[in-house]
């Protein structure tokens, strides 16, 4: 049985309920007691927020935890602590492990794994196809029942527009959503970074943003045929962006995210050859950028979700072309998403709706509210906290940041997940 916890005198921030105010948070039983003002609770261990924001606990819609069959790069327990400490009280899978989740066993074996630790949540995304490899339906029904929350073949699309538009029907059997990694693999093959100047410059093979915008345009015209969900991975270029934003306002049901990385950089951090600011989809150029930060101002872009794709620091020091695509974002997400805000592109609520109600609402997860009788999965975190980037800090065992160095506001200071208190580093 979890203690009772009293927040006291911090600014609540709950879109979910409309609240923005300095308000007390009283946490018993593993759910949220009450909210309100000047809140007692005999026995009940006090946390003082003054000054800080209480908000639902972040949720993140993608990460690669690596296990099983890559835990030299990350482990379920390493990468779900490495969550808590960014905030995060739950994260969602990604299938691309060895063996791929495409069956209940290994669905069953990451639950289980992460049962035993004292970190962030983890729910398990199943893959589409068997294998990975686009030709033939995973188990989706075994996989629900075993508790997969989405489905996606991350890290490849689904090429085979006829195994997609029935992946979406019988998913929609379940209440499951597809996951789409929006790419035309033939027209990016061998591709490193962004197809454009820049690359043209460096004499780096290009990988096109055509290449997402038609896998796009593609999947939500099947999504519209059908009226079934999706939600596309990773979004970032202005193409995709602008489509999104127009199936939107025809109703379609498309949802879509957007990684940190791809509002922070831009296509010339490779100048440097620096296989860390490799990832996939590339960075883009600086008008990719705007039209994402522009898609999450508008509402366009749902919610942020990291990408953390953790690799051994060998990996990444191989030649540009032989490194790994991806790099690690649970414990920078907060501070690299906080610049939006203090450019004054939205404000907090805005921020905790896409990193915490958003997400909730589009994977039906618990949590993303701090409603009474709602799991108790809190963060607080310091708006004004000022930090410099050392990746071998890290709580996750990949150390492979574009950021190291980066002077950041805005830190996670204590992580409540189910009520129990798993991050609290000043002992707040």
């Avoid at 068997?130 to 929350?149: C, D, S, W």
């Amino acid at each position: 049985m979890s203690e009772a916890i009293l927040i006291q005198n911090g600014r609540v921030i709950d879109p979910s309920r409309g609240i923005d105010a300095v308000q007390d948070v009283l946490v018993k039983d593993g759910v949220i007691a009450a909210v309100g003002k000047n809140l007692a609770a005999n026995g009940a261990k006090t946390v003082d927020a003054k000054g800080l924001v209480v908000s639902p606990g972040f949720i993140d819609l993608h990460v690669h935890l690596r296990e099983p069959g890559f835990e030299y790069k990350e482990t379920i327990a390493t990468g779900s602590m490495a969550a808590a400490a960014g905030g995060f009280t739950a994260v969602c899978c990604m299938a691309n492990t060895k063996p791929v989740n495409d069956n209940a066993s290994v669905t069953r074996f990451i639950l289980e794994k992460a049962a035993a630790v004292n970190g962030a949540r983890v729910h398990p995304i199943g893959a589409i196809t068997k294998g990975l490899k686009g030709e033939e339906l995973a188990e989706i029904g075994e996989m629900k029942k075993a508790g997969v929350v989405a489905l996606s073949d991350d890290g490849r699309c689904v090429m085979d527009a006829r195994v997609l538009r029935h992946a979406m029907d019988y998913a929609a059997m379940f209440g499951l959503t597809i996951v789409e990694h929006c790419e035309d693999e033939h027209l990016v093959k061998g591709g490193i970074m962004n197809e454009g100047e820049t690359s043209a410059r460096l004499g780096i093979k290009g990988m096109p943003a055509i290449a997402e915008d038609v896998i796009a345009r593609r999947d939500i015209d099947i999504a519209a045929y059908l009226k079934r969900p999706v939600h596309i991975a990773h979004i970032s270029t202005l193409g995709a962006v602008e489509s999104v934003r127009a199936a939107k306002a025809l109703g379609t049901a498309v949802t879509c995210e957007a990684a940190p990385h791809h509002f922070s950089l831009t296509e010339k951090s490779l100048e440097t050859f620096d296989a860390n600011c490799k990832m996939n989809p590339p960075l883009r150029t600086a008008d990719d950028v705007a039209a994402v930060k522009e898609g999450l101002r508008d509402g366009t872009i749902d919610c942020i979700a990291t990408d953390h794709a953790p690799h051994a620091t060998w990996e990444k020091e191989l030649e540009i072309d032989q490194a790994p695509y991806g790099i690690v974002g649970l414990e920078t997400a907060l501070g690299l998403s906080m610049r939006l805000v203090r450019e004054g592109l939205f404000g907090l609520p805005r921020l905790v709706e896409l990193l915490s109600t958003n997400p909730a609402r589009i994977f039906s997860l618990p949590g993303g509210t701090l409603k009474e009788g709602a799991p108790a999965d809190v963060c607080i975190f310091d708006t004004e906290k000022k930090w410099t980037v050392d990746p071998a800090e890290f709580v996750s065992l990949g150390k492979n940041s574009p950021f190291a160095g980066w002077e950041l506001f805005g830190k996670n200071c204590l992580t409540i997940v189910g009520g129990r208190i798993v991050y609290n580093p000043s002992n707040l």
